[in-house]
Structure formats: C-alpha cells, structure tokens
C-alpha cells in the first residue's frame, strides 16, 4: 500500500497523490520520528504548555505542516495525534499538554506558535523568548 510522506496516511493502490498534502506516495514508509527522535534530535524543549484537546491538535498540525517536528506530551507518555483510537484510557495530567520541539526547531516553533496562540502564548510558554 502507498503511504502519503509528509502525513503517514495509508492509501488504496490506485492513489498515487496524497490529497491533503498534495506528496507524491511512497511504498514504505522512512521509520516513525517518534520512535527515533533520540537517534535524530538530543534535545526536546518544552515549548508551551496547551489547555485543550482542539488547540493542542491544531498547533501540532501546524508545525507539523511546516515541518517542524513536534509532539505533545500527557500523562500516558508522547504522541502525535490526540482522540486517536486507543488512547481512551489518556487523561490529561493537570489539565493540558505539554508540546515539545527539538532545540534546533525552537525558534521557528516558537514563531509558528505564537501566531497560533495569539495573546494565549505568554501564559502558555515554556521558553523565555524576545
Ligand atoms: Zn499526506
């Protein structure tokens, strides 16, 4: 089955262009970020702490569009896609999560998230920033 690069979405045969994305599928798929984000990236900084399910998904999608690697992080541990199956046992510890950028992306993140949040961001960063 393709698989679309930029989103990971799995397609038919049939389908060669990632609707979304506009990618051009691929047959397999480069190993998930995730799993090698040590491998990759030493250093994850928490950017900004996010309050709901909505504006921490929006956010991630947001950096992720722009191909900035992120993740948010609750109180099962890291993931990329908050609401997915599986997840229904997830609780959110103190609210909200917790969204991390390798260092070496935190200041185009920090770019992305200020747009994102708005006048939100000085009471949801992490990071000092100017
Ligand atoms: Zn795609």
Sequence with gaps: MPYC?????E???NISVCPDCDEKLVMSLPPEPDADDEKIFKEWIPLARLQSTQLA?????????????AVLQSGVGYFGY???QGLSSYAPVGGGYTLLTPKEYV??????????????????????TD
């Design 82 to 84: 908050v609401g997915t």
């Design 5 to 9: 690069p930029k989103c990971r979405y």
């Design 57 to 69: 998904e929006m956010t991630l999608e947001a950096l992720r569009a722009k191909d900035i690697p």
């Design 11 to 13: 397609y038919e045969n």
């Design 107 to 128: 200041d185009r993140a920090v770019g992305e998230v200020k747009v994102i949040l708005g006048e939100d961001w000085e009471k949801s960063k992490l990071v000092e």
